[in-house]
């Protein structure tokens, strides 16, 4: 038998910093315990042999290296295809193909396990093909997959912060310049739960990259009167000044952008002294921004977030796209007990199971 590596990566939560990436702003994520693992085999054959334990019904993938455009049908390999596609564009040639073997154990939407898989397998081809590639050159790589091959206008976020995560840490990212510092996330006796809606969605059929357009309508506009860069760099006063301009629905898009990135201003300084009452209040508004403004979160993911509040939780928002997958929540150790209740108050309005996991 040929060697067999192992490889694995996390996915995230995002924390705070919702929607920011693509408006050049920062954001706070950090790395959970779940995630995607491989079983890595060399094989002789220029190919990929792609099987996934999370979809049995699916055949073993058989690709070769030399048909890698995108095709609906080749279903989660796409992602996988995506990134040896955009590697041969730049000139790196694979002289043989690999045979592997995935296991995901991310629940639902808004943990990444796209990104998840996508950095996994940059992790694979750098580790057994020595490319000899940063770190950033594989996320720029991976999200020109999201863009370009998938056709999603999403961000940096998920794949930096998923190369570039440590357990412990939120990774406060500058999405405009491209770089990073780490922040202990020290919750003392409190724990970070990932409440999962069990309401599905994917990125490519929600309003995601609507999102992106109005967010860039509004950009367009703005320059006509004030020299900014992204819709992160403008202040809540020249907002104030100037959001008459757009109309009404670009301007709840812009004011979510503004205040949002706002918070994570604060946010850095409530970090720093261990404030939770600060990130409790900026958790809390960033859910009802997203919701009111933005509208990306929907019934279930208010269902949950509300179902938090009625117990007294208000650390709790939904994280990462929106439109249903995962929210998270802070909560006391001592305060456990009320999970069951959490998800009781859920059931009642939704009529749906959630899952509730340690982050
Ligand atoms: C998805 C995208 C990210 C980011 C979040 C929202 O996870 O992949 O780039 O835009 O949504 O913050």
Redesign the pocket.
């Known amino acids: 038998m040929n060697k067999e590596y192992t490889f694995f990566a996390p996915g995230r939560v995002?924390i705070l910093g919702?929607?920011?990436?693509?408006n050049g702003g920062l954001v706070a994520p950090t790395v959970i315990t779940n995630g995607t693992s491989a079983k890595v085999e060399k094989i002789e054959k220029r190919e990929l042999e792609i099987y996934s334990e999370n979809f049995p019904d699916l055949k073993t993938f058989k690709i070769s290296l030399d048909n890698l455009e995108y095709r609906k049908e080749d279903n989660y390999t796409n992602y996988i295809k995506g990134i040896f596609y955009y590697l041969q564009k730049l000139g790196f040639s694979f002289n043989h193909g690999l045979k592997i073997s995935i296991k995901g154990d991310i629940p639902g939407g808004g943990l990444?396990s796209s990104a998840s898989l996508e950095i996994l397998v940059c992790n694979i081809i750098e580790q057994i093909y020595k490319l000899n590639l940063s770190k950033l050159d594989y996320v720029k790589i991976s999200v020109k997959v999201e863009n370009e091959y998938l056709g999603v206008s999403?961000?940096v976020?998920?794949q930096y912060s998923i190369m570039f995560g440590k357990k412990g840490y939120l990774t406060l990212i500058d999405c405009n310049k491209l770089t990073h510092e780490y922040i202990p996330f020290n919750l003392e006796n409190k724990t970070l739960l990932i409440l999962n809606t069990n309401k599905k969605r994917t990125?490519q059929d929600s309003k995601y990259n609507e999102r992106y357009n109005e967010c860039m309508s509004g950009l367009k506009t703005l320059k006509q009167y004030i020299n900014i860069n992204n819709l992160s760099e403008l202040s809540i006063s020249d907002f104030e000044k100037y959001k008459d301009k757009l109309d009404d629905v670009i301007r709840k898009r812009v004011k979510h952008v503004v205040y949002e990135s706002n918070r994570m201003k604060e946010l850095k300084t409530a970090l720093s002294k261990n404030d939770f009452k600060t990130l409790e209040k900026l958790m809390s508004l960033s859910h009802e921004s997203l919701k009111n403004d933005y509208e990306v979160t929907g019934f279930h993911l208010d269902s949950i977030v509300e179902a938090c509040n009625e117990v007294g939780i208000y650390a709790a928002r939904m994280t990462?796209?929106g439109f249903g997958g995962n929210a998270i929540c802070i909560i006391d150790n001592d305060k456990m007990h009320l999970v069951d209740e959490i998800k009781k108050k859920y059931f009642e309005k939704t009529n749906i199971h959630a899952s509730i996991t340690k982050g």
């Open positions: 995002n919702e929607h920011i990436d693509y990444s999403s961000g976020m998920d990125l990462g796209a």
